[in-house]
């Protein structure tokens, strides 16, 4: 079978539909951040004032995107994102009008920007975490890298762009095209027919899904070293971005327009790096490219400390570009492939934090270095210091889960409830007894140690394992859930792979009867009568549904 190539998931239409028209959404938010910054000059030229645009367009990444991603595993993911473009569409119409009516203030102007990017912030994981959707499996590491290609389209070109419309027509004309640009993705959305399998539970509280996403991120081995690997190499290279401006001024002697060079070689050089992610999954392995990658990208950083002219500068930024899309949208498929349906959009919020809070603390390390020991100086010891990631593969190896490559399967039927429980009853505790060889209880120990953090990752709290003191065959497996709507939850969310490793524990149990599963409520207060000549409208079980 031959190698995906970098375009074929064009060929499938709804995808096709949504990155065309994200090629021009992806322009608005850099619009909006250039006419935003040269407009702040005009109301207030303190530097303090001007850099915080940038903090209130990106602030809201870090604050909103976990939320985002809860309400996109909750409820319909297109609607969540058309939601989400809409909002920041109106969010830039309004800064327009307001710009047109003259009543922008800085704090005015610092406010439309943060609901602009809060808007962005909950587009951001819908439309992540439904690229599997819009595309075949084989073709998501392309699908993901396409992405990358639109954006650093937009990043090369965008900047310059909106400056050159901000000079012509001014900064209400750049904010009044950021509303626009964001209609074609917002239509694309809308048009799209998504395959939906309505969820026969209601959603669970937002907070409820945040946790239940951390902890599935926690739990799961592939996405918690993914997530650490994306913060530890956006730490270590933020250099790259982050002073490209004080390498154009003091280390090269150049002005804004070699400024913009830089970050042009860069993105094409991410352009170049997307258009192969899909190839070079298919050849190699995760582990080793990323590696490879960590090592150019040191050599890359490093050779921009020590170069003497432009047009070195700019292969190395060229460099860096390639190896830093590369790794990151190698590391993203690994999250999208690892995850489950039903917290995708947590997972890679999660994802989009951990390159936000990597690049953001990066920068303030590397600035307060350069401020100490000088541009070149910082330069050279990021670049040693990203060579060094290379090594993170000896103690966080990349592991690959199946779970997202399984569909959930639901239970056939289920646990009968003769208390008349509604979904906020509990917390619900659970019990499984198994009746086990001792000869073969070493066995048994670790496929339960696995099967622990399953029960964890999908919503189990406070697991335990004990063994009879009496009886040493006997076996207790023990979690709690906080309500029995939640218990419901955990176990639609079991994939095919789940259920593989539940039977192989069950094959140890000998009771002819096959394990014993109690399910408790812990505080019964309510499900008993007020008093004894009262009613118990629990005397008559309800129809049996399952096991």
């Known amino acids: 079978m031959r190698a995906p190539r970098a375009l074929d998931p064009l060929r499938e239409k709804p995808f096709l539909r949504i990155w065309s028209a994200s090629l021009l959404s992806n322009f608005s938010q850099l619009f909006l951040g250039v006419g935003a910054a040269w407009e702040m000059t005009r109301l207030n030229d303190s530097p303090g004032m001007v850099a915080l645009v940038q903090t209130s367009m990106m602030l809201p990444l870090m604050i909103v995107t976990l939320p985002a991603g809860a309400i996109a595993d909750m409820f319909d993911k297109r609607i969540t994102a058309m939601a989400g473009l809409a909002f920041a569409a109106l969010s830039a119409a309004g800064l327009t009008v307001v710009t047109h009516l003259e009543l922008l203030t800085p704090w005015l102007l610092l406010a439309f920007c943060a609901l ?64 626009l640009l964001y209609a074609p993705l917002l239509i694309a959305f809308f048009f799209w027919r998504r395959e939906t399998v309505p969820s026969r539970l209601p959603p669970e509280r937002i907070d409820r899904a945040m946790i239940g996403g951390a902890r599935y991120a926690l739990h799961s081995p592939s996405i918690r070293t993914s ?117 995708t959009a947590r997972a890679l919020a999660l994802f989009s934090s951990a390159i936000t809070a990597g690049f953001g603390i990066g920068a303030l390390v590397w600035g307060l270095v350069a401020n100490i020991h000088g541009v070149s100086f910082a330069f050279v010891a990021s670049g040693v210091a990203a060579m060094l990631t290379s090594l993170l593969g000896y103690v966080l190896p990349l592991t690959r889960d199946q779970e997202g490559e399984d569909p959930s399967v639901s239970p056939a039927r289920d646990p009968k409830d003769s208390l008349g429980l509604n979904l906020r009853s509990g917390p619900i505790v659970v019990e499984i007894e198994y009746d086990v060889d001792p000869a073969a209880a070493r066995e048994f120990y670790d496929v339960m140690m696995q099967l622990q953090r399953v029960r964890k990752r999908n919503g189990g709290f406070e697991w335990s394992l004990s063994r009879d003191i009496e009886n040493p065959a006997v076996w207790t497996e023990r979690y709690h859930c906080p309500t029995w709507g939640d218990y419901l939850r955990m176990r639609d969310r079991y994939t095919q792979t789940d259920i593989n490793l539940q039977s192989e524990a069950n ?30 409208p629990h005397h008559e079980t309800v129809d049996y549904i399952g096991p």
């Open 227 to 343: 997530l650490a690997r994306v913060f530890l190499f956006g730490l270590m290279s933020a250099t790259s971005a982050a002073l490209a401006p004080l390498v154009a001024k003091d280390l090269l002697g150049g002005n804004a327009s070699v400024f913009g060079i830089l970050l042009g070689s860069q993105g094409a050089g991410a352009v170049l790096g997307a258009i192969f992610v899909s190839h070079v999954r298919y050849r190699f392995s995760t582990e080793t490219t990323i590696r490879i990658c960590a090592i150019f990208c040191g050599l890359g950083i490093a050779g921009i400390g020590l170069s003497p002219t432009l047009v070195l500068t700019c292969m190395a930024y060229f460099v860096v570009g390639t190896t830093s899309i590369l790794s990151i949208a190698l590391l993203n498929v690994s999250v999208q492939m690892s995850a489950p349906r039903w917290v």
């Open 507 to 536: 094959a140890y149990d000998r009771s002819p009867t096959g394990r014993r599963i109690r399910r408790r409520l812990e505080r019964p207060y309510g499900s008993v009568r007020w008093k004894a000549n009262t009613p118990d």
């Open 116 to 179: 602009t990017g809060a808007g962005v912030a909950l587009f951001i994981p819908p439309w992540q975490a439904s690229i599997p959707e819009q595309v075949s499996r084989r073709n998501l590491p392309a699908a993901v890298g396409l992405g990358t290609i639109s954006f650093n389209v937009a990043r090369s070109f965008g900047p310059a762009l909106g400056g050159l419309i901000v000079l012509a027509a001014g900064a209400k004309v750049v904010f009044g095209l950021t509303s």
